[in-house]
């Protein structure tokens, strides 16, 4: 699995992501593929990926199964993530992206802002494409992603 920290990919991947949007001239785009649990603001790596993304202006496309995996009442729990409160398979790694934060209030806000902004925030951008679309979840994911 991921017991050695030099053989392990996930504690490269700022460094994979700016090397992408560099070869891609800013054309890279993150894919979120959102479980509907919404877990996946609850694992450390995955809050490191997004804000990293969101700082780099990488094109950020999040994809669920249906939107009734993101109801608004779901989603406001958000309001309360924190990186401090992620977890990862190795304590470890959490220690590590932890570290690598300066500013875990900033970063916060970042995710935040991240989850949250009426223009540009990841659910916003998600309905708005929805709604554009013809309000179809399925034909909508189809237009984002291709």
Request: glycine letters at 4%; one cysteine or more.
């Amino acid at each position: 699995f991921n017991d050695h920290r030099d053989a392990c990919e996930l504690n490269k991947f700022d460094s994979m992501m700016r090397h992408m949007m560099h070869v891609s001239a800013g054309k890279c785009a993150q894919i979120v593929a959102l479980d509907q649990h919404l877990e996946l603001f609850r694992r450390a790596w995955c809050v490191a990926e997004l804000v990293e993304a969101r700082n780099l202006a990488m094109r950020q496309i999040l994809v669920v199964r249906n939107m009734q995996c993101v109801p608004r009442s779901k989603t406001e729990s958000l309001k309360k993530v924190r990186v401090q409160d992620c977890q990862a398979s190795r304590p470890e790694d959490v220690e590590e992206i932890l570290a690598k934060i300066k500013d875990k209030d900033e970063f916060n806000q970042a995710l935040q802002r991240l989850l949250s902004e009426s223009q540009g925030g990841l659910f916003f951008d998600l309905r708005a494409q929805v709604e554009e679309l013809g309000g179809d979840l399925p034909s909508a994911l189809f237009e984002v992603i291709s």
